[in-house]
Structure formats: C-alpha cells, structure tokens
C-alpha cells in the first residue's frame, strides 16, 4: 500500500471479500501437490523408463554384434575345415598313383595297382569325409585331359544323404566352368574358393536349388611342369546359411551379401540368390545404413537408426585364402520397437496405477482438511471484523492449542501494528518531502553552474588558456552528468542486453567472409563464387562465423587432386528459402551427416586432420538461434553440399546473444 503526503488512509469494515475461502483455498492446494507428486512420480519413472529403454537398445545392439561376430566366424571356421579336407586329399596316395599309372599304360609302376584301383581307393577315402563331415556336398578329382573331364566324382544322394560314387558316362566335361581355369592357373598346392552360387548341373542351374562354395587346389603333373588336374570339394552353402539366420519369428533378421551387393541370404526367401536368374544387385539401395562396409571403408559396424527403428550390425566375413573375388557380408537389423516393448506396456500400466491412486487419496484428503481448518476458518472469520484504527478482535470460542495461541499472538501483533502504522505514516510524509526537496534544490546549482560557464567562455574567452578551456568542458561535462544522475532516479535500469537482428545483405556478407580468407584460399588454389543472395534480418555476428566455418570446413577437408571451388547459392523463397555451400571435395558418408554436427565429434582421426571438432557444431547452433535447420546433401559433381533455412520470421523472440 502506497501513501500519498498528507493523506490518511482507513479502511473500516471487513474491506473487500476474499476471491476464494480458507477450505477451498487449502483443499486446491492439497490437490495441487497432489498432483503435483504424482506428477513427479509419474515424470521420473518415465524418464527413468526413457533411460531403461536406453539401456535395453545398447544392450540389444552389443548382442546383435556379438552374434553377427560369432556367426561370421563359424563361417569362416567352416572353410578353414573345407581347406583342410582339400589339403588331406590331394595329399593322399591315390592322386600320385593314378597320374603313375595313367602314365605307364594303365599300371602304376611302383606297385603295380591299377589306375581302376587307385580310383576305387580314393572314392572309398572321399565317401568316408562324406560320412564323416554333414557339411560337405561333394568330393571330385577332375583332369585337365579330355576337357577337364572328372577322373572320381563322389557326391552326397539328396534323396537319402548318403555318399555315391558317380561312374562312366555320368562323369562330366568341367573346362567352361569358371573355377576349372582359375583353379589351373594357380600353382599346385594354392588354394582357390570360389563365389557361393547356386550348383549347376550341366551347365544348368540344378533343381531344387543347391548353394555351393567350392574349393579347390591344383594338383601337379608327374614331371611336375604344369597341373596334372585338380581337387574339389564342394561345401553345402544350405548348411552354412541355415546357421547364419534364425527361425524366431520375432528375432533378429539376417542377409547376406556378396561383394557386388547381391543377396544370398534374405528373410523373404525368393530374394535369396535372384540375381541368377538377372535380377541388379539390391543390398546398397535396400540397407544403405552399412554403406562403409560396402564400400571396404571398414570390417564391422554397429549402429542404432532410429528414423527406421533398428539396430543394425554388419561383419566382414573372411573367405580367406584363395578367395581373391572378394568377402561376404552378414547383416543382422533388429527392431527397436519390440525390444522396448516391455517397458512401454509398463508405462500405461504406471500412469493407470498414479491414477487410481490419485482418486483414492482425495476424499480422505479432502475430510481431513475440512477438519484440520475448521479452528482456522473460525480465526478467519473473527479476523475479518478487525478496523485497524481501532482494533478490536474476538477469539472464537472452541479453539485450542496452536490456534489459541495464534489468536493471541494475532491480538498482540494487531495492537503493534496500530502504534508502528502511525509512525510509519509520519515516516512517509517526511520521506515524500525530503524527495521533492532534494530534486527541486539540486537542480538550481546545476543551472548555476551551467550558466556561469557559459559566463566565463562569454566574456573571458580571450583570457582563458588551453588549461583553463579543458577545465570548464569538464565542469560542463561533471554537470551533465550529475543532471543525467538526477533525472534517472526513478527509472530501471536492466541488467545485460540482449543483440538485435539487423537486416543484412548475405551476399555482400559472404563475400566479405571470402575476402578475409584470401590468403588462405590462394594456399589452397581455391575460388568462391557467390551468386545472387536475399537481405535478411539476422544476427550479423553470428551470420558471419556461419559462413567463416563452412568456407573454413571446405578448405580443410578439399580434395588434394583438384583445386578448391565453393559455390554459395540460394533456393527457394519466403519462409522456403534455403542457402547452399557447395564444395568439391571428397564429400561425407551419409551414416557421418547427422555425426558431424555433434560438438567433438569427427569423421577422421585426431593425427590425420587438424581442428577441434566444434566448428560445424558452431554452425548448426548458429542456425538455430535463426530458427532454421541445417543439414547435408551429396553435391551434383562430387563433394558436399551444406544447406540451411533462414525463416523470414523467427519462430520465437529473438534469442539473446553473448
């Protein structure tokens, strides 16, 4: 309450009712930190949920890679065991001793076995590794005479799974065959592993569709100067990709891809191997996520892609020797979604529980706060009938305890009031006076001393001297000031200030930037074009280390064989606008684009580029101030192309800038 000078101010009656009585007032606030705790309960298990869930995707992906990491070296175990069994048997005695005898008439000379021998000899080794080893398809030693015609052939019956031998015209011509003339041209004793491809029969795809890996090994000649022929097992590929997939209907999807981006393991069974009958290779288009291990830039990768809702784990898969078509590759997505199922059921389980006990908690409440503010709501009453000026108050009859002793501490409090309030009131009145007296009376010596110096600069201007000059500027100025001071009294003064956007030419700002690193552009042979740009209100500051960190960025990671060009351009307009940096370097990986705007974070090695990693970082802080989004695209001849939006009209009060 403010008093006027020499005014008195009382008030008689009761005054002007409450908006709201006592109970009501308690009740609400009951309700409120009700509700308010079931709020913070119900808030922190959610975030604690939030977290869980958190946990549960990084504990998700770590077993994704895991598991990938196992399955691709079971694989790769497999053809280990495959080169071992083509070692053994070009080793055995059979394959010298039919080259012998095939050589002397059909009579080995050093023990006088037939070549027939010798072949039943072999076959009976390559049906026991049939026996002994599920995963292996078939065992062949194939000559180079007679169109590399197979000399034994034992292979497993797919009606029965047992070993057959294969005889006479049964045996067949494999010259065409792409691995006949790779294996034959490899020294003897180097290993080769062919693609896995669907077996051919032939020359025909045979059906039912069998996958096959083959590894093979040329065997020498008795002279030993050129390959006598060669040894070749065939690995069941069905055995080998059952085990890289699971048959859980709601686990992990498995693929595998060969080095062009062909699928021969896919969770829809007819995209497995459609590239043999003409189908382009799908995989980069299909799961871009794992482009880096497409492109040979890294063996294994695990990541969670939120905007498809999975995690995503891709390996290498090592064929290892005699493999030099290239590796396989084993991709495993799972869904986000139904790992952090079980908690989001939870939540509405939770917020239904908060709920009911929210409701069963306010009737009681609501009782015993009726009974603990009756004393109150009596006080209240008695209160209201208290005249300041002459105090009078009634403690009602019924109360107790700390509401009797409240009363009396409000009698006596009432009665200080009534003798301070009178003081207070003389207090005022001297208070208001002194103020007016003050800025009245200053303000004649101000004038006074306003108007002598002008006196003395008047009519002894000729006398005074350089000194004396400086002395009455700056009594001038000390007057002014001390007016400024008076002046300023009543008013507030706010603390800090916050930058205002001005409107600015972004061209003619972009070209300034590209002026104050000439000298750098010239070290890096580079040139900036700046085409036509609008004038936008921004924060000019700001605006201009924008574009200082993206010329910046565009010189540091240039491509070394060409030289530098930065095109900054504009699309669009109104609230559509967007401005573009194009460079023509290297360009960045599109899984690295959201990565790189991440404060530290980089895309090369500390010791292989310089810079801190907060530039971009900078960049998208910059643009959000503006109100607009930043992000990258691939450039039309190579290189980066970094885009951002400047809204016409900022979202929000202009932010503050310091």
Not at 87 to 110: E, H, K
Not at 182 to 207: D, K, Y
Not at 323 to 349: F, K, M
Request: with cysteine; aromatic share 6%; proline share 5%.
């Amino acid at each position: 309450m403010r008093f006027r000078s020499g005014e008195r101010v009382t008030r008689h009656g009761t005054g002007p009712p409450p908006p709201m009585r006592l109970f009501p007032r308690i009740s609400m606030a009951f309700l409120a930190m009700l509700v308010l705790s079931l709020g913070t309960a119900l808030a922190f298990f959610l975030w604690f949920v939030d977290q869980s869930n958190e946990r549960l995707i990084a504990a998700a992906t770590r077993r994704l890679e895991f598991d990938v990491t196992l399955r691709a070296a079971q694989t790769e175990d497999r053809l280990d065991v495959a080169r071992n069994y083509v070692r053994f048997v070009s080793g055995t005695p059979p394959i010298q001793g039919i080259i012998r005898a095939r050589a002397n008439g059909g009579v080995d000379p050093l023990d006088g076995s037939t070549e027939e021998r010798w072949k039943d000899r072999l076959a009976t080794i390559a049906q026991q590794m049939l026996r002994t080893e599920p995963m292996l398809l078939q065992v062949r030693y194939v000559g180079r005479a007679d169109g590399g015609r197979e000399i034994v052939r034992v292979e497993r019956d797919r009606a029965t799974g047992r070993p057959v031998r294969i005889e006479g015209g049964d045996l067949q011509r494999k010259e065409h065959e792409p691995y006949f003339t790779a294996t034959l041209a490899r020294p003897p004793g180097r290993m080769f592993v062919s693609r896995l491809n669907l077996n051919r029969e032939h020359e025909e795809i045979q059906e039912p569709h069998q996958p096959v890996i083959r590894v093979a090994t040329a065997v020498p000649s008795e002279t030993g100067s050129e390959s006598f022929g060669m040894v070749i097992v065939n690995i069941d590929a069905t055995r080998m990709l059952d085990e890289l997939q699971t048959t859980d209907r709601d686990g992990p999807r498995y693929y595998v891809v060969d080095e062009q981006g062909n699928f021969l393991l896919h969770p829809v069974a007819n995209r497995c191997f459609e590239f043999e009958f003409g189908a382009a290779p799908a995989a980069r288009s299909e799961i871009p996520q794992v482009a880096l291990v497409f492109d040979a830039q890294a063996t294994s990768l695990a990541i969670q892609d939120p905007v498809a809702g999975q995690a995503i784990c891709a390996r290498v898969i090592d064929l290892g020797e005699g493999a030099d078509h290239g590796n396989l590759i084993l991709i495993a997505t799972d869904s986000l979604e139904l790992v952090t199922s079980a908690n989001d059921r939870s939540r509405i389980v939770v917020g239904l529980l908060c709920l009911a006990v929210a409701i069963l908690a306010l009737l009681p409440g609501l009782w015993l706060l009726r009974l603990a503010t009756r004393p109150l709501i009596a006080l209240t009453r008695s209160a209201r009938k208290i005249d300041l000026d002459r105090p009078e108050f009634a403690i009602p009859e019924g109360i107790s305890g700390e509401a009797r002793e409240l009363a009396e501490l409000l009698n006596r409090t009432i009665h200080r009031i009534h003798v301070q309030t009178a003081s207070l009131r003389r207090s005022h009145r001297e208070a208001v006076q002194f103020a007016y007296i003050t800025a009245h009376d200053l303000q004649e010596p101000i004038r006074a001393i306003h108007s002598f110096t002008h006196l003395l600069r008047q009519d002894y201007a000729e006398r005074l001297d350089g000194e004396a000059e400086n002395y009455l500027a700056r009594l001038t100025r000390a007057a002014e000031r001390m007016k400024d001071v008076m002046d300023g009294l009543l008013e507030y003064n706010r603390l800090g200030q916050e930058s205002a956007r001005t409107s600015v030419d972004l061209a003619a700002l972009a070209r300034d930037v590209a002026e104050d690193l000439a000298d750098a552009l010239t070290a890096a042979e580079g040139t900036v074009e700046v085409a036509a740009l609008p004038t936008r209100s921004v924060y000019a500051n700001e605006m201009r280390l924008l574009f200082l960190h993206l010329m910046g960025n565009a010189m540091k990671f240039r491509h070394r064989d060409r030289p530098l060009r930065i095109v900054i351009d504009a699309v669009g307009t109104g609230d559509e606008l967007v401005l573009r940096v194009t460079d023509n370097g290297p360009g960045i990986p599109a899984p690295a684009r959201q990565k790189v705007f991440q404060i530290y974070q980089r895309m090369h090695r500390r010791g292989d580029m310089e810079g801190t990693g907060v530039g971009l970082a900078h960049c998208r802080k910059i643009v959000d101030l503006h109100g607009g989004e930043i992000w990258i695209e691939d450039a039309s001849g190579g290189g980066a192309r970094f885009c951002f939006t400047l809204p016409a009209a900022p979202d929000a009060t202009d932010h503050s800038v310091g």
